[in-house]
């Protein structure tokens, strides 16, 4: 074992001697390495051993609306479409280079997408640690979660790219471009809106809360603007599916709060609000009284939606594995518990019900199974946010 460790030292500190390009160059190759396996795997196993209504069930979704986009269509009006805008533009791209007919290639173009996050956590966090910078990136570009969400076709790496871009401009104080970064990322995937209420109250007076409130309208306008003007029937009922959701509709995904649905517990749809609303509440007002920093206070935030909203995804975790990474490089502890909560959760999504489907494995009593997978995968990400906040991390020298 001594003789195992001395060489991964020796390892690490070869890589810690590296040029910043050739340390790129370094997370292009594991990630060519890691991720084509994880395609060629799923191409070739998975998709012969999963039910092919379970398997890629978004690639018809991805080219519906990227080719209504091609063919200069409208998103809402010409193709229904259940996700903002944004996203859709991004996926534009994969089907450009081959993804009307390889699945393959979606999984490819989401794999880079996990690569460049993993850049953005580098480069973006290098200056206040070089070696503890890029470390953080690596772990996450070898997290189950990115891999496994990239490698079968999911565009979940997308969106966490797009969430912590606007956590690093929050962070270098680039409050006017992480204003932007938010609203654009608002019309991506909703999750860029929690960092909103974060980074109103990081600012340090009215006139630069007032200016990022402009900034973010600015940006919502003028990416809502064409849609409210040309198709405002179909784009308002995406807005009200979308934010409201739709009654008696399944959740999907795996939270603790869907296994209960499933399971004929479910609360009121007021009351589950109110209880998310007033969690959300105390998930932003004790990091401003605390003045924690703000990487911290996003960690705090993430956590405590997770805990409490109704539709979480595998992807989904993605980001908060990025947030955790900046300890994690520091504390083991951290990291055996982001890596390995990874088995209960993915185990809990062979027993949840889909939106629209079945669930993959089902009998008397299996949503509590699921329930308890979900649970313990949950308590292990909380007890590592828990491990986090009770030490410094690299990133409060900002």
């Not at 039910?51 to 010409?78: C, F, K």
């Not at 997290?143 to 079968?152: A, F, K, L, N």
């Not at 995804?313 to 300890?327: Q, T």
Request: aromatic share 16%; hydrophobic share 55%; glycine share 8%.
């Amino acid at each position: 074992m001594n003789g195992m460790a001395k060489c991964f030292e020796g390892l690490l500190a070869k890589i810690c001697a590296m040029s910043p390009g050739r340390k790129l160059l370094l997370y292009a190759t594991v990630a060519l390495l890691v991720y084509g396996t994880m395609i060629v795997f799923d191409n070739a196993v998975l998709m012969a051993a999963i039910d092919p209504d379970l398997s890629h069930p978004d690639m018809d979704v991805y080219r519906a609306r990227t080719q209504t986009i091609l063919d200069g269509g409208l998103l809402y009006r010409d193709v229904h479409t259940e996700t903002p805008p944004i996203i859709n533009y991004l996926l534009v791209p994969g089907q450009l280079l081959g993804g009307a007919e390889h699945d393959w290639v979606w999984s490819a173009y989401f794999s880079l997408f996990a690569l460049l996050l993993s850049a953005l956590l580098y480069l973006g966090l290098r200056h206040l640690d070089e070696n503890k910078a890029y470390f953080a990136g690596m772990i996450v570009l070898l997290s189950p979660y990115t891999i496994v969400e990239s490698g079968t076709g999911e565009d979940e790496s997308i969106v966490a790219f797009i969430f912590m871009l606007a956590v690093v401009l929050m962070l270098l104080k680039r409050q006017n471009s992480a204003s932007a970064a938010i609203g654009v990322g608002v019309w991506t995937k909703m999750f860029p809106i929690l960092l909103f209420p974060v980074h109103f109250l990081q600012q340090r007076d009215w006139k630069g809360r007032m200016t990022s409130v402009l900034f973010l309208a600015l940006a919502t306008g003028l990416i809502a603007l064409p849609f409210v003007v040309m198709c405002w029937d179909d784009f308002s009922f995406f807005l009200n599916f979308y934010f409201l959701g739709e009654e008696g509709r399944p959740t999907g995904g795996h939270s603790i709060w869907h296994f209960l649905y499933m399971g004929g517990w479910n609360l009121p749809s007021l009351v589950q609000l109110a209880i998310l609303g007033g969690a959300m509440a105390f998930a932003y007002l004790y990091p401003y009284y605390k003045k924690m920093p703000i990487w911290q206070s996003v960690t705090l935030m993430l956590m405590v939606f997770f805990i409490f909203y109704p539709k979480v995804h595998g992807g989904y975790w993605i980001m908060l594995v990025a947030l955790l990474s900046i300890w994690a490089v520091q504390d083991r502890r951290i990291w055996t518990r982001t890596f390995f909560a990874f088995l209960p959760m993915i185990l809990a999504t062979m027993f949840a019900q889909g939106e629209t489907k079945a669930p993959p494995v089902e009998f008397y009593g299996s949503w509590l199974l699921g329930f308890f997978l979900a649970l313990i995968g949950l308590i292990m990400f909380a007890d590592a946010v828990r491990l986090a906040l009770k030490q410094p991390a690299f990133t409060d020298k900002a």
